[in-house]
């Protein structure tokens, strides 16, 4: 069994991977922003899990909580990359500092976990590495511009790293869910411009989570949820002009299923999990 560090685990897709990988018997640190919430849920899994404080933006508090996990728990030899966020509104709607905001949590948190683990990983001999992206790394979305911006650029680092490290002692591995029931998609369906999210059946955490647990035994270089719709989308946004056909009228299909939920105001679930 490994020691298992979770980001944006005190809800959402982070806290049933956390539960889940503690009844495999993993050992698990629940690291959030939310630290009060990553508590609770540790007090509740008991001995085998421990809260840490942690801005994925920051680099030196991942030094911090790399070096706190390996006091209370060992060394870490599976990150988790999941945390993320999600300000909704059409692209034209949203500040820069919204735009930005998400590129800095999505991405560059994600970034700088996996250059700190990297080398501890790469110094104990042994490590995984598994990134939480999206379904929407593969094509844009109307109303997830930048959100889907930010997830085409994790799945391309995420690659690039593991390419470069082919042969070494690190291992990767990238899971794609789709809509998941989560406060973030709570989040999306209050606001008109993200309708796009009735197009498919969402899961929930916990469905999501499992996949995520597998991962950790079984290795996988990329999985997508579900797996036949999920390849059916990968291979949509390699061709442009069908992307360009096709996402308005899926966005059209979800609208007509949608309850018709009225505007809301444009805000973000802070680091709590990836779709």
Not at 222 to 249: D, N, S, T, W, Y
Request: charged share 15%.
């Amino acid at each position: 069994m490994s020691v298992v560090l979770i980001t944006g685990a005190a809800s959402g897709i982070g806290a049933a991977t956390a539960r889940e990988a503690v009844r495999r018997g993993h050992r698990v640190a629940l690291a959030d922003i939310d630290i009060a919430g990553a508590s609770l849920l540790a007090t509740v899994l008991g001995s085998a899990a421990c809260a840490v404080e942690l801005d994925i933006r920051d680099e030196d508090a991942w030094e911090a909580a790399f070096d706190t996990v390996a006091s209370r728990l060992g060394p870490v030899e599976v990150l988790i990359n999941n945390a993320g966020i999600i300000h909704t509104g059409y692209a034209r709607q949203l500040s820069m500092a919204q735009h930005r905001h998400m590129v800095e949590v999505n991405l560059i948190g994600p970034m700088a976990g996996m250059m700190a683990a990297l080398p501890r990983m790469r110094t104990q001999g042994h490590g995984h590495i598994i990134t939480v992206c999206s379904m929407s790394s593969f094509m844009p979305l109307i109303g997830y511009t930048s959100y889907g911006a930010t997830k085409h650029g994790l799945r391309a680092f995420h690659h690039s790293v593991a390419i470069e490290e082919q042969g070494g002692p690190v291992t990767f591995s990238i899971v794609h869910p789709p809509s998941t029931r989560t406060p973030m998609l709570e989040q999306e369906i209050a606001d008109p411009s993200s309708v796009i999210a009735f197009a498919e059946k969402s899961l929930s955490p916990e469905q999501v989570a499992s996949v995520i647990v597998d991962a950790i035994a079984k290795k996988p270089v990329e999985v997508v949820q579900p797996a036949l719709a999920g390849r059916f989308q990968r291979a949509v946004g390699v061709f442009p002009r069908l992307m360009h056909f096709a996402i308005p009228k899926v966005a059209a299909m979800a609208k007509r299923r949608s309850p018709g939920a009225g505007p809301a105001p444009v805000t973000a679930r802070e680091q709590g999990g990836s779709r």
